[in-house]
């Protein structure tokens, strides 16, 4: 079975310091996992995704995550955080059904708040 | 492109009642989904669909029934709301599930709650 946990349920930051956003993941294969973004009362949007290729991945608005499997961690990290950062952020890994889908298994989501 | 789209936006049922949430892609994508939202609960998956005229139940299908009659809508029905079916419902569609990688697109969303 596959399942993803993400650490914190809320980080607080001061605009313009280090984002680090943390999620374990477990997996019986070599999983593909993603990050998503939900700006209040909006959908989601897809940040960045890892498929087996470069470990180091880099997403849009300044994001990116490293897939280390050693560590079984895809943590999503930002070197400067700005106002609108501020949001709600899932981690998901796919596991595979028993029909042959590989279905999305979200995290419970991490809420980000930027200070001034 | 509208992409994802969900309809109402909206609703206030009383319980016992019946409603019906509309998702339309246009993308033509294989795979649909309906979650739920909940405070603290992240997104749990109620029922998904692997192409047209197929569904398949998610982590808490109970209360809910889906139907895919056509490729480009998902429908989620609700035939006797309860108090704890409020939530926010999510559809999401994917080029497709067969292999890991597909992102998923999602709508804005539909507020529901239940008296």
């Known amino acids: 079975a596959q399942s993803v946990t993400q650490l914190d349920s809320h980080v607080s930051v001061s605009e313009g310091t280090p984002v680090l956003l943390r999620c374990n993941y477990s997996s019986s294969y070599s999983p593909s996992l993603f990050w998503y973004v939900q700006h209040p009362n909006k959908g989601l949007q897809l940040l960045l995704k890892?498929?087996?290729?470069?470990?180091l991945v880099k997403g849009i608005n300044g994001f990116e995550a490293e897939f280390k499997k050693s560590e079984t961690s895809f943590h999503l990290t930002k070197p400067s955080a700005h106002m609108s950062d501020a949001a709600e952020y899932f981690c998901?890994?796919?596991?595979?059904?028993?029909?042959?889908?590989?279905?999305?298994?979200f995290g419970r989501g991490t809420s980000l708040i930027v200070h001034p | 492109n509208a992409g994802v789209t969900q309809t109402p936006k909206f609703r206030v049922l009383k319980t016992g009642q019946s409603m019906t949430l509309l998702c339309a892609q246009d993308m033509n994508h294989e795979y649909m989904y309906w979650y739920r939202q909940d405070p603290g609960m992240g997104l749990r998956l109620i029922h998904y669909?692997?192409?047209?005229?197929?569904?398949a139940k998610g982590e808490v299908p109970d209360g809910y029934n889906v139907s895919r009659l056509k490729k480009q809508n998902f429908l989620l029905g609700l035939e006797s709301a309860a108090p704890s079916q409020t939530s926010v419902y999510f559809c999401?569609?994917?080029?497709?599930?067969?292999?890991?990688?597909?992102?998923?697109?999602f709508g804005p969303g539909t507020r529901l709650t239940v008296t």
């Open positions: 669909s692997v192409g047209e005229g197929t569904t």
């Open positions: 999401a569609s994917s080029y497709s599930g067969s292999l890991p990688g597909y992102e998923q697109y």
């Open positions: 998901v890994v796919t596991r595979d059904s028993s029909g042959g889908s590989y279905i999305p298994t």
């Open positions: 890892y498929t087996s290729a470069a470990t």
